[in-house]
């Protein structure tokens, strides 16, 4: 069982600027697709409107997330094993704690309260090991939550810095004038669903599995 503190890798909450080149380089691609493109639909509460910028952005930003939460279940692989098995060790421990205390005769239960004999030492073994499976169950799961809180952090500023993109090449786009109706509103980027879901992440869902050492 490993021991000790955990790296936790930290987030940079700074937004991502994008840089003069790629404004360039943005603007210069909404002109071209303004001239050569089809008018992108028409925004009707569902459907987004789109060019082949816009889904080239949205798919290097989708690249970027599923490159994330992979990196998440990667890094966690060791934890989500440890913390695996343990729950299962402190289930059974917990179930012979109880086993145990139920089970006791009125001279165990006499010795037990005076602090002595065989099954007094036994239950206080089970007591040390619950304990210390607590801790390190509480430990791992703080570990789990960080990491994947960090992923989420990354793959969100980078979607916001894919925003930032969008909302330049769409200035761009609507000033070429090229088209008899040009879309007012811009497209919103769609955000990968561990993303969005908040109570009940599939990623957290995975390594919590339903279940709980109660402590």
């Not at 080149?21 to 691609?29: C, G």
């Not at 952005?57 to 997330?65: D, E, L, T």
């Not at 607590?134 to 952090?153: G, K, N, P, S």
């Not at 786009?173 to 919103?188: F, I, K, L, N, Q």
């Amino acid at each position: 069982m490993a021991t000790g503190s955990q790296n936790v890798p930290r987030a940079s909450r700074a937004p991502l600027r994008v840089g003069m080149i790629s404004r360039k380089r943005l603007e210069r691609l909404a002109r071209q697709d303004a001239a050569t493109a089809a008018p992108p639909v028409q925004y009707d509460g569902d459907t987004e409107p789109s060019t082949p910028t816009v889904q080239a952005i949205q798919a290097h930003a989708n690249g970027y997330s599923r490159r994330e939460e992979q990196r998440f279940h990667a890094r966690v692989s060791a934890e989500l094993t440890e913390y695996r098995m343990l729950i299962r060790s402190l289930d059974d421990d917990i179930a012979a704690y109880e086993t145990k205390t139920d089970e006791l005769a009125p001279p165990d239960r006499e010795a037990i309260a005076e602090g002595r004999g065989p099954t007094f030492e036994e239950l206080r073994r089970l007591e040390r090991r619950i304990s210390r499976g607590r801790r390190r169950v509480d430990e791992l799961r703080a570990v789990i939550q960080a990491r994947f809180t960090a992923a989420r952090l990354r793959a969100n500023r980078y979607y916001d810095h894919s925003d930032e993109k969008i909302a330049i090449y769409w200035g761009a786009y609507r000033r070429s004038g090229t088209h008899d109706r040009p879309v007012d509103r811009a497209p919103v980027l769609r955000r990968s669903d561990w993303l969005t879901s908040k109570e009940q992440t599939k990623l957290l869902e995975l390594w919590q599995g339903g279940t709980d050492a109660q402590t």
